[in-house]
């Protein structure tokens, strides 16, 4: 088992920056791809980031590409989500999750362990 617990989430005007964490517990983080997901109301959950087991890759949802960034820390069991640039339609829960594979896919179900989310909120 995986527990995933995600922090950083918040109220930020449009155009502003947050920083998502995501710290794991239980098995061997660095085994596993990581990822971001967001969903808003109303809405399906829609894949955002991803990151191998190494960091060597990284890929990201098309309404996300040149604003935000996912990296992670292997020795801290953490993943992290830099958001820049944000819109309002960036508003959503955001969720992180592990993939017992260490490469990278953006379909939901290819993730094994959710955490709970964080609430982003941006206004304009």
């Known amino acids: 088992q995986v527990q995933l617990v995600e922090s950083g989430g918040g109220l930020v005007q449009a155009g502003g920056s947050l920083r998502l964490s995501c710290a794991a517990s239980?098995?061997?983080?660095?085994?596993?791809?990581m990822g971001w997901f967001r969903q808003a109301p109303g809405k399906e959950r829609e894949f955002v980031a991803g990151?191998?087991?190494?960091?060597?890759?990284?890929y990201y949802g098309d309404s996300v590409k040149g604003r935000f960034t996912i990296s992670r820390v292997n020795a801290q069991n953490t993943v992290y989500l830099q958001m820049n640039g944000l819109k309002p339609e960036d508003t959503a829960i955001y969720y992180c999750?592990?993939?017992?594979?260490?490469?990278?896919?953006?379909?939901?179900?290819?993730?094994?362990?959710w955490g709970q989310g964080t609430q982003v909120t941006v206004s304009s």
């Open positions: 239980g098995r061997t983080f660095s085994n596993y791809a």
């Open positions: 990151i191998s087991w190494r960091g060597y890759t990284t």
């Open positions: 999750a592990a993939r017992g594979i260490g490469t990278v896919v953006t379909a939901r179900d290819g993730y094994d362990y």
